[in-house]
Structure formats: structure tokens, C-alpha cells
């Protein structure tokens, strides 16, 4: 049971990580991003395989991070000046990519195969335990510093750009550049959260980057009501709490297999996101006051 | 006049389609006067001031601010230059406090720097106070100081109108496009519109104001300039221009 606790318990922060990063994004800057889970992929991979390379684990980590930074640079470079809609199916495309692209370069990836046996931060025993509190420290340090971001005048323009970036543009802000440092901030959070998945993972396969990692990440920021640090933490504990329960409760109410669980689990949490639209849109920690105004 | 425009367009030129919105239309405001663009619905105001502050590109002509070509500069480095906009619908960031909107209005803050958020703390909040009681003193003036804390989206269109105003003077401009100041604006906040257009134009800052209230336009321009269908048709004093046949025909249809 404790074993369990720890487990959820570094699902849940390593996903609220993985989650503030689009918080940045879209609840603060409202940029559209369908392909996150990007950016896991190349943290993922890349602290992986450098740290196999025998590059100290820091250093492969924030190799990790970076490349999560410069594929945000290249995704808002191509697409942030073009209509907003654009970001959102290049970065599905690049995301999708991605994937393809470690499933098929086995020279470099092992394809399948998925890579085992690099270097993780703890060695031991309790291993997961320290995993845990490792994650958590983390996830406190990105949520400080992102709180004392928004709260500042640089996320005070975000803001502004969220609600419409035209009249910012005409207070003399460059639009495009505050755009670009929110994907790419977010991006590197992204990136990091890979880097801790994989450890503890302990072993990573590409199939472990579907697109529905991004869609879990949409999730938990909608539930929590975006733009709000806070409710995307609540958003991850909440999404976990569901997934643990359903895990050990469905399986005792509905006589289906394993993958058909799967799909139902999924589809209760779409239904779930449908009604939380429709009576709740602000999400669980927004303000109901916010929605009513007008444009 | 002898002095050099603050503003000279020169053949500015736009087309959507076959539409000539704005065609070979010249233009010149002059430091510390109040110039006005009248004429009729469609005549090609809007789409003119978008192709000042370069919101829109022109497909010909020039611009110069204070004697530099400002056509090819991006929409925010224009407003860095002194020459902000406001629009016609008055947009407000509805999920902003009338505060913050002001806020944002200002020029050079160090906070909205990423790297200086982290290590200037002190700076920003004192930048911040200070905004604030600037924030404050124009909120004041404009009667919107009791909504300081509201969300912008909470208030009414002639409220928006005036937040858009003195969000505008935040960033301390040389040159003010207001866009229909007083559109929705009932007639007593319409008075207390001008008075405080006279009052900042004393205190030299320049107006470049579409409108089509007239009384408004006739008080208080120095110069009033006059499109129709996307061309230049007169220009003059306000006297001038009022007894205009052409202006008459334009508007009037007689
Ligand atoms: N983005 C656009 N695409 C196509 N046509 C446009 C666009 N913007 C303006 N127009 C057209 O250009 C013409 C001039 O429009 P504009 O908004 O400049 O008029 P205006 O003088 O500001 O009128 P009003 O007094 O009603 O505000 C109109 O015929 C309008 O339909
Ligand atoms: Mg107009």
C-alpha cells in the first residue's frame, strides 16, 4: 500500500509539472498547444541517452530541458506569427513526429526496444521514496518560481495577451516575443517532467509518448480552471485520485477486460470534462465571476 | 503653419480585394494641435489609422513620426516612438482589473522583463507603487477610480471607452489616435471628454481624433481633415470645412 501511496503520489506531481508547463502556455498566454507531450519526449530521451553517454545526470537533465526550449523556439518561430490555429496543429505534428521518429531511429533510440539501464538519481532501496520526494521538491521549486512569475508585471503581459493580443501590441509590448518566451518556458518545465518520468519509469518505450499524454495535461489544467497554478496541481491530484480509484473499483462493477477498462476509464473522463464545461467552465479553483464578463 | 507635422502620411494606399479603402490619402497632424478625420460610414478612417500605427500594412505610401519612416517599423515599436492608438469598439482586457489594464500601459518596466523579475524585486515593487498611484490620478480624472479593483470586463461601453483613454495615457504618448472617443458616450460624458482633451492638449499632447459628433469636432479641432470613399476630399479649420459644398455633399447628400 505504502509502495501504491508513493507511486500515485510521484504520478501526481511529475503530471502537475508536466501540466503547469501548458498552464503557461494556454491558461496564462492562451497559445494553443496540441503537442506537449513533445517536449517530454525530447527531455525524456535526451537525459536518458546522454546520461547512458556518461554525461553527469544534472547536465543531461538541463540538455534535456534546453532541447525542450529550442523545440518550443522552433515551433513559435514557424508558427506564432501565422493565426493562432496553426500552433495547434504544428505542434501536434511535431509531437507525433517526434514519436515516430524514436520509434524509428533504433541506431539511436532502440526503437520498441525502448532503452533500460541508464543512470537514475538515487540508488538503493528506497529508491522510490526519495524519487518522490525529489519530484516533490521540484514540482515546489517550478511552482514558486511560475506564482512569482505570473504575479509580476512580464505575466501581467501574458495575461493581457490571453485577452486580446491586439491591444497589447498597440501599448508597445512585442507580442510575439512574450509568445514565444511562454512556449518556451513551458516547453522546458515539459521537458524536465520527461527527465522524471523516465526515472521512474526506470525504462522508456515510445509508446509511452501518445498523443493522449497531452490530452491528460489538457485535462488536468481544464479541471483546475486555467490560469491558475494552483487549481492545475488540484487538476493532477484529482486526475490521479480517478485514475487509482477507477484502476481497483471499475474492475469489481463491470465485467470487461483489461483494454476495454482502459476505454471506459478514458470515456468517463471525457463525460467528466463535458459536464464540468457545462456547469462549472471555470474550473474547480476559477472564479465564476471571470466568465460572466464580457469580451 | 511653419513648424515640421508630427505625423505626415504621404499617398497612403490600401486595397481589400477590389476595394480601394484607402487610396493615395495624405495626411499631416502638427505638434500640439488637435487634428480631426471626419467623414462618412465606410469612408476609410479606421482602416487609415490601421495603416498608421501599421496595424495593417499599406500596400504604397509612407509614413513619417517626427520625420522618421515609421511604415516598416512593427505596431509595438511605433507606440514605443510615442504615437499609441486607441480603437473604435473599445477593447478592454476583460480578465484584467482596471488596474492592471493601466498598468500595462506603461512604457520600460523593468518587470516585464523575465530575466529582471527575478533578481530586481525591489525595483519592480516600487515601479509597481508607482504606477499605481499614476494608475490612480488618471482613473481619478476620468471618474473610473472607484472601479480600480473591478475586473475591465465588468464595466459598461462608455466606461470601456474611457479606460481605453487613460490606459492610452499611461504610456505617456506625444500623440494620441483616439477612434470615436465619444461613440455610446452619453452627452454629459461627452463634455467631460473634451474639457480633459483640452486640458492634456495644453499640457502638449498632440490629437490625431476621428468622430463624427460634430459639436465635438468643431470645438475642438485645429484642423479637420475630410475622406470620403477612401480619398482625401478637403482639409481646413473647422470653420472652413463646415461650409465646404463638397463636405456638405458628402455628408449630407444635398
Ligand atoms: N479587414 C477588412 N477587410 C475587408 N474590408 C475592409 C476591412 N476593413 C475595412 N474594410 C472596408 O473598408 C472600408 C472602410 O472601412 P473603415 O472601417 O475604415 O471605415 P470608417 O471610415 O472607419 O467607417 P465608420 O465611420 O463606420 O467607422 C469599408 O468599406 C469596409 O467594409
Ligand atoms: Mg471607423
Excluded at chain 1, 153 to 168: C, M, S
Excluded at chain 2, 118 to 125: D, E, N, V
Aim: glycine share 10%; hydrophobic share 50%.
Amino acid at each position: 500500500m505504502t509502495g501504491y501511496l508513493v507511486f500515485v503520489t510521484t504520478s501526481t506531481a511529475i503530471l502537475a509539472l508536466f501540466s503547469l508547463g501548458l498552464n503557461l502556455q494556454w491558461g496564462f498566454t492562451g497559445l494553443v498547444n496540441f503537442g506537449h507531450v513533445g517536449f517530454m519526449i525530447l527531455g525524456a530521451y535526451a537525459t536518458v541517452l546522454l546520461s547512458l553517454q556518461g554525461v553527469p545526470l544534472v547536465l543531461a537533465t538541463g540538455a534535456g530541458v534546453l532541447l525542450g526550449v529550442l523545440l518550443a523556439l522552433v515551433m513559435g518561430l514557424t508558427t506564432l506569427r501565422l493565426r493562432e490555429d496553426y500552433l495547434a496543429i504544428v505542434t501536434l505534428g511535431i509531437a507525433e513526429t517526434l514519436r515516430l521518429v524514436v520509434l524509428n531511429e533504433q541506431w539511436l533510440t532502440q526503437g520498441s526496444f525502448g532503452v533500460q539501464g541508464f543512470a537514475l538519481p538515487f540508488a538503493g532501496e528506497d529508491y522510490k521514496l526519495l524519487l518522490m520526494w525529489l519530484c516533490l521538491g521540484v514540482l515546489g521549486v517550478v511552482f514558486w518560481g511560475l506564482e512569482r512569475l505570473v504575479r509580476s508585471p512580464w505575466g501581467r503581459v501574458l495575461k493581457a495577451i490571453r485577452e486580446d493580443e491586439e491591444v497589447v501590441k498597440a501599448l508597445g509590448k512585442n507580442v510575439f516575443w512574450y509568445k514565444l518566451q511562454a512556449l518556451m518556458l513551458g516547453g522546458g518545465i515539459a521537458a524536465l517532467s520527461g527527465a522524471f518520468f523516465a526515472w521512474q519509469e526506470t525504462s522508456i518505450y515510445p509508446e509511452d509518448f501518445q498523443p493522449q499524454q497531452t490530452f491528460d495535461a489538457w485535462t488536468v489544467v481544464i479541471l483546475g480552471g486555467g490560469g491558475k497554478n494552483l487549481g492545475t496541481v488540484l487538476g493532477a491530484v484529482i486526475f490521479w485520485a480517478y485514475t487509482s480509484l477507477t484502476r481497483f473499483v471499475l474492475p469489481n462493477l463491470v465485467p470487461l477486460d483489461d483494454a476495454r477498462l482502459g476505454a471506459l476509464r478514458i470515456m468517463i473522463i471525457g463525460l467528466l470534462i463535458m459536464v464540468l464545461i457545462r456547469w462549472r467552465p471555470q474550473g474547480i479553483l476559477g472564479k465564476k465571476g471571470e466568465l460572466t464578463l464580457g469580451k | 503653419m511653419v513648424s515640421e507635422p508630427l505625423l505626415n502620411a504621404v499617398k497612403v494606399t490600401k486595397s481589400f480585394g477590389a476595394l480601394r479603402a484607402v487610396d493615395q490619402v495624405n495626411l499631416q497632424v502638427y505638434p500640439g494641435s488637435i487634428t480631426s478625420v471626419i467623414g462618412p460610414n465606410g469612408a476609410g478612417k479606421t482602416t487609415l489609422f490601421n495603416l498608421l500605427c501599421n496595424f495593417i500594412s499599406p500596400d504604397q505610401g509612407e509614413v513619417f513620426l517626427a520625420g522618421e519612416p515609421i511604415h516598416r517599423l512593427p505596431p509595438h515599436r511605433i507606440a514605443r516612438r510615442g504615437m499609441v492608438r486607441t480603437f473604435q469598439v473599445a477593447r478592454v482586457l476583460s480578465r484584467l482589473t482596471v488596474l492592471d489594464n493601466m498598468r500595462l500601459g506603461a512604457q520600460g518596466q523593468t518587470g516585464e522583463n523575465f530575466w529582471c523579475t527575478w533578481y530586481q524585486g525591489r525595483a519592480i515593487s516600487r515601479q509597481e507603487r508607482q504606477l499605481r498611484d499614476q494608475a490612480m490620478a488618471i482613473l481619478e480624472s476620468v471618474g473610473l477610480a472607484a472601479m480600480a479593483d473591478t475586473y475591465a470586463g465588468a464595466l459598461s461601453g462608455g466606461q470601456r471607452k474611457l479606460l481605453e483613454i487613460a490606459r492610452a495615457l499611461m504610456s505617456e504618448p506625444k500623440l494620441l489616435l483616439l477612434d470615436e472617443p465619444a461613440a455610446g458616450v452619453n452627452p454629459r460624458l461627452i463634455e467631460q471628454i473634451c474639457e480633459y482633451i483640452t486640458a492634456l492638449n495644453r499640457q502638449g499632447l498632440t490629437f490625431l481624433i476621428i468622430e463624427h459628433n460634430m459639436d465635438l469636432i468643431m470645438s475642438l479641432s485645429d484642423q479637420v481633415w475630410v475622406l470620403a470613399e477612401g480619398r482625401n476630399l478637403v482639409e481646413g479649420t473647422p470653420a472652413q470645412v463646415q461650409t465646404n459644398h463638397q463636405v456638405l455633399e458628402a455628408y449630407l447628400g444635398c
